[in-house]
């Protein structure tokens, strides 16, 4: 009996087989395909970022001689730093480098080829060596960002007048100066030693990145203590009661509250209860801290988990008491898994927008911040602002700034893995 | 003196109180070869007298600091003329802001004058005063404690106890910041939602189908009626979300499961990494993603096949969200999938079962609670996120279900509404604290619920 | 998932190959645990004593070699099953004996690190050939497990779940009779039939590994491989289910892994003993326990190995 229901069972299970094989390559297959989706994108993304960014690490310049006239700059024989007309000197040494310009319109086509950081970069100058008045200068000043722009290629010349932001005039005259050698493309340090600024060709990154900087100190200051210790209480101190559940469950939740709802809380609670100014890191760090918080305590608490029982059993029997066995044996076995973590929660603050847009910092501010309370803005709010500005040139910085926010991120993340590697106990 | 001057001081003198403290108490049982003579060790002393020095006085400090601005400003407008106590609680304000910015020596929005000019120099006076007081007062607590805690040292004084009994309650404290922020979030966006609800009331705010927040200056102004009904951002925000799990879910899961039963170890070592850096990219960075290269992609394919798409459409931002939230699915269907014995999978595949029946018919449905709780914690990532759509989503408040065309989001309107100098009461301010109760609730509901799911399911297998 | 299978088997297979040392403490489930007992190399050559040949042979292993990663788990071993027997692998843990009976059904594919050598055949035809479809083997060589293993579905659906993915019944009311005959030839039908809509975990251990044993013989495979089925069950449950293998060898030919010897000797023809990867001795029930050839099964069986 068996063997000739055998018989029919193997032929029925065979039959079925090639239609089971095929949805097995094909789930196979879809699986794979979802694979490759992240993948895709992340190759994407990457590949359009970098090709649109790197160019901002390069910035057109060009030669002008320009004379230090002492009546323009030191009217009298003292130097008149405020008032001096140094964008005058720009000009006329523009005038001089294309001289067959003539006329009032024509003229101011023209000035426009150069920035209006060229006067900045003069007047530095001779601030800094008032010897050179009265002399003339060879000196490389940035071009405007339109010229920029057709220098790297991202202005198409063919296209009609009316359609691009640069003249056919301009045009030539960038022609003109490129024969005479006096164009030419340089590394662009504006962009890291620079504020925003309204000119995309003299707007930089240091405002945002020591804007960030001031908010992670302010956010790693007492994240880190306050973390630690909550972790260490939920550990090693708390007794299982509803309080501590209901500590329990307060971080698991808050680790999964919008970070736009934190920005509220930063709103409602330090800007308008405690009057702490608008715009400031220290309140933007403060907000970060509590947005950051729960990841701390919660990667703090798998960390003080790793380290084994024995190790407090063997201190409590040699007559610690418990504070003294947390300190002297637990946490510092467990400092690295914390300071991983810590890690982790200063790149997910560093990234982190949404609540800074709603305690102010989304502010247009050209000052480099020099402290915890000075107007500041941030990094990736940086890249926000410039985001949703229209000029050509914007695109191409926004993009140069994510790369170094990116980098910034990868750092960070790697010291984490390191950290991590380098500090593994096997137990 | 500066506050952060006084802190460095006060530092400054716990640090010295420590080492005094640790001196006495050796001193007093006759020298560093007699510790044992005492309770604790010396240095627990030090420790107890450096707390005595530094948290009164630091106390002292955040209290102050807490209380001055508005005890100032208090006394400042008491001083004032007669006439301007009568002023609207506004009006008011715009005073005291005016005479702090004069008093800082900022730009003042009205023309100063005699009294204006007063205030500012008795604001000036008061905080320098207030300043002189709390240093005399700071130091003086400091040196007090520090005199008690002193005074206290015997060898039989329990030092080690104490200290220990200050670092419990500090590590308390710590702990319960947690329940502080959470408090705080709901106190905060409470208060002023019900603010917001005593002008608008609540059933226009919940199921009104017009959303144009815009309050009158002047009563008989243009378009003067602000309209509040949130209708129209619930139902964007959930198209945005829906268009995201619609991407997120199905690849997250097949991704995840591809990589616990499918791929090599090779392959799962690059794949997951790379996720990981999926997850690890700003919010913001994914939105200039969306607004400059995927919504004009969105426009172009849509064009192409004679659909007219927004340049600001929801699909584009809810493609971006959905990748964005892809790892996060991933991740936590992986859990899910492992957290199945392997016995279950070892006994599907002992009966015959191919690989994907294993997973579709056996694994699967064991690690549904998982999967669907996971799914809940992306769906509340997905109705939180912000800068995707404050980026790429648009600001028209379209009452639609066509992903082609362009929505507004909940968090999109805080974001408007609060951007920018705002009036703090008005009730377009009010109003975004309303969507972010709106916003806290239902992100709330949600986290509970997944949160649960995944730990009962957890359990299930422990 | 499969970072958990691959560490239940090599736990299992640990042993370091080295004589000199015993194999590492025996689980709990061991009846006996008894004071180690240095060996001698010699005694274990590799050869297979008594007979592994039997008289009607439907799958024969020939020179089977099992890796795991650099880990030799089986080595060289060689063994006849018969049509309608009931053969035990005994053995200390960690000998292979699991792994082994893995290799039947080849649900060693299933773990990456695994690697398998050598010829098993199956009525003449070698199971590893390309063509062979190790889902199609699984059909027709069903395995039951250590732990009762029930899906987290009905216990009606747990039985089905065999005949649906296989297509093996035509219509509802063929796939009810399949679900009610696998059930009463496993003993479990009169317990269970007024709840066959109840989740399959709901039922206790013993009943849970019958119904393990129910959705095998649903598929109607012709030989059964069980690994230790009895470990985790009571003295009550375990006799029953001793009973039901009486019964199902009049059609099936039933491997079992087993550590109780009194089981060994209760339900199976042949004895095989593993040790260390060896396959060291294998004979008819009786003669392995009253005369056994080879030293180390006598100590195995006398109760000196654990």
Known sequence: MAKSKGQTTREKVEAGLPRRRRKELMFKFVGMLATTVGVVFLGVFFSTLIAEGSSAFKQTFMKLDIELAEDVIAPGGELDLAYADFDGLVRSALREAIPEVSGRRDRRELYRLVSVGAAYQLRDLVEANPELVGTKQTMWVPASSNVDMLIKGNIDAELDESLRPISDKQIAWVGTLQDDGRIETRFNKALFTNGDSRDPELAGIKGAVMGSLYMLIVTIALSFPIGVAAAIYLEEFAPRNRWSDLIEVNINNLAAVPSIVFGLLGLAVFINWASLPRSAPLVGGLVLTLLTLPVIIIASRAAIKAVPPSIR?????????????????????????????????????????????????????????????????????????????????????????????????????????????????KW | MQSTTLILLLGFMATAAFYFGRGRSLSLVGGPGHGTALHSLPGYYGYYVAIWVAIPALALLLLWVMVEPKLIVTLVVSGLPEAYRDLSPGELNLLINNIQNLASGDVVSVAVDETLQAAANQFNQYAAQSRQILAVLALGFAGLGGAIAWRRIHPDLRARNRVERVIRWFLIAASSIAIFTTVGIVLSVLFEAIRFFQKVPITEFLFGLNWSPQMAIRADQVGSSGSFGAVPLFTGTLLVTAIAMVVAVPVGLMTAIYLAEYSSARVRATAKPLLEVLAGIPTVVYGFFAALTVAPWVRQAGESVGLEVASESALAAGLVMGIMIIPLVSSLSDDAINAVPTAMRDGALGLGSTRSETMTKVILPAALPGIVGGILLAVSRAIGETMIVVMAAGLAANLTANPFEAVTTVTVQIVTLLVGDQEFDSAKTLAAFALGLMLFVVTLFLNVIGLNVVRKYREQYD | MKMTAMTDVTTDNQTPPTLTEEPAAAPVAEPIQMPQVPEQETELSGETVGNIHCENPFMIANDVNVYYGDNHAIKNVSLEIGKKEVIALIGPSGCGKSTFLRCLNRMNDTIETARVTGQITLDGKDIHRKEQDPVALRARVGMVFQKPNPFPKSIYDNVAYGPRIHGLAADRAELDDIVHTSLERAGLLKEVKDRLDEPGTSLSGGQQQRLCIARTIAVNPEVILMDEPCSALDPIATARIEDLMDELCEDYAIVIVTHSMQQAARVSRRVAYFHLGLLVEVDETDRIFTNPQHRLTEDYITGRIG
Do not use: C
């Open chain 1, 313 to 425: 059993e063997a201190a409590l029997g040699l007559g610690a008491s418990q504070t003294q066995v947390v300190f002297h044996h637990v946490l510092p076995l467990a400092l690295p898994g914390m300071l991983t973590g810590t890690i982790i929660g200063m790149s997910r603050a560093l990234g982190e927008s949404a609540p800074l847009l709603m305690i102010g910092m989304v502010a247009f501010i050209v000052d480099v911040p020099g402290g915890f309370n000075d107007p500041a803005t941030a990094l990736p709010i940086q890249i926000y602002l410039w985001a949703d500005s229209p000029e050509r040139a914007f695109a191409e910085r926004t993009s140069a700034a994510i790369i170094v926010l990116l980098g910034f991120l990868l750092l960070m993340n790697l010291a984490a893995v390191i950290l991590r590697k380098r500090m593994e106990r």
